[in-house]
C-alpha cells in the first residue's frame, strides 16, 4: 500500500525566502505526481503534475523535481511571498485506471510566508 | 470559482441524525469521487463514480451511502454517524474515461465541514 509522507510538517519563512518542501512515498511504480495547495475553507487547486518519465516541471516560480527511483520528490518555491501562505500537498496517482484517477495524498506542509 | 459546489458548507448533526451532503461540478466531466479529511491525516478517498456507476468504495462503513443521480450531481447520505466521522468532507470530479496516461487532473469543491455531536 502507497504512503505518502510529507517533511516538515509546518514551516514559517521571512518574505522573499527561496524555500524546499519535501515528500517521499514507498512504492515508486506511481504514474505522476502532484502537488496541490489547499487554503483555508477551500478546496484543493493542482499546482504541479509530473509524469513518471519526466523530472521536473516548473510553472512561475514554482519548480517540482521528481526523482522515482528514490521515492521522492521537492517543490521548490522561489522569492516566497505573503499570498503563498496555504498548506501544499503531494499525491501520486497509482496505476492504470480506466476511470478516473487514482490519488494518495501525503498529510501535507503548512507554509506561513511572514511579511 | 473552480466548477465544483458543495453544499452546505457547515453541517452539525446528532448521531441520530439522517442528512446528505450535495456536489454539482459544471465541467462536464465523467468522474466524480468523496474525500475525507480529518485533522492530521491525509485526505482519504471514499468512493469513486465514472459514469454514473460507483467503481470504487474505499471500505466506507454502511452509514455512508453515496448516489450520483447524473454526472454532474454526487451526493452523500448520512445516518447514524459517530463523532469520528467529523472532518472535512471533499468533492472532486475529473475528465478522464478511458486511460489517460495519468494526466487526469481532479478539481476540487470547497469541502462540507461536518461536525457529529
Known amino acids: 500500500k502507497q504512503e505518502v509522507t510529507q517533511i516538515p510538517a509546518a514551516l514559517s519563512v521571512p518574505e522573499g525566502e527561496n524555500l524546499v518542501l519535501n515528500c517521499s512515498f514507498t512504492?515508486?511504480?506511481?504514474?505522476?505526481l502532484q502537488w496541490f495547495r489547499q487554503d483555508p475553507g477551500k478546496g484543493l487547486t493542482s499546482l504541479l503534475l509530473i509524469q513518471s518519465s519526466q523530472r521536473e516541471q516548473t510553472s512561475g516560480r514554482l519548480n517540482a523535481s521528481l526523482d522515482k527511483s528514490s521515492g521522492r520528490s521537492t517543490l521548490y518555491i522561489a522569492a516566497s511571498q505573503p499570498g503563498d501562505s496555504a498548506t501544499y500537498l503531494c499525491a501520486t496517482v497509482r496505476g492504470r485506471e480506466t476511470s478516473g484517477s487514482r490519488l494518495t495524498f501525503g498529510e501535507g506542509t503548512q507554509l506561513t510566508v511572514n511579511p | 470559482e473552480t466548477g465544483v459546489t458543495q453544499t452546505p458548507r457547515h453541517l452539525v448533526m446528532g448521531m441520530t441524525n439522517k442528512k446528505s451532503l450535495k456536489c454539482e461540478q459544471h465541467l462536464g466531466h465523467n468522474a466524480m469521487y468523496w474525500y475525507k479529511q480529518s485533522a492530521k491525516k491525509p485526505l482519504e478517498l471514499m468512493f469513486v463514480?465514472?459514469?454514473?456507476?460507483?467503481?470504487e468504495n474505499n471500505s466506507v462503513p454502511s452509514r455512508f451511502s453515496p448516489e450520483c443521480p447524473n454526472s454532474s450531481h454526487l451526493f452523500l447520505h448520512l445516518h447514524t454517524l459517530q463523532p469520528e466521522d467529523s472532518a472535512l468532507y471533499l468533492c472532486?470530479?475529473?475528465?478522464?474515461?478511458?486511460?489517460?496516461?495519468?494526466?487526469?487532473?481532479?478539481?476540487f469543491g470547497p469541502g462540507t465541514r461536518l461536525t457529529v455531536l
Open positions: 512504492d515508486s511504480a506511481i504514474y505522476n
Open positions: 472532486a470530479s475529473s475528465q478522464a474515461v478511458g486511460w489517460s496516461g495519468g494526466l487526469d487532473t481532479q478539481y
Open positions: 463514480y465514472s459514469l454514473e456507476e460507483r467503481v
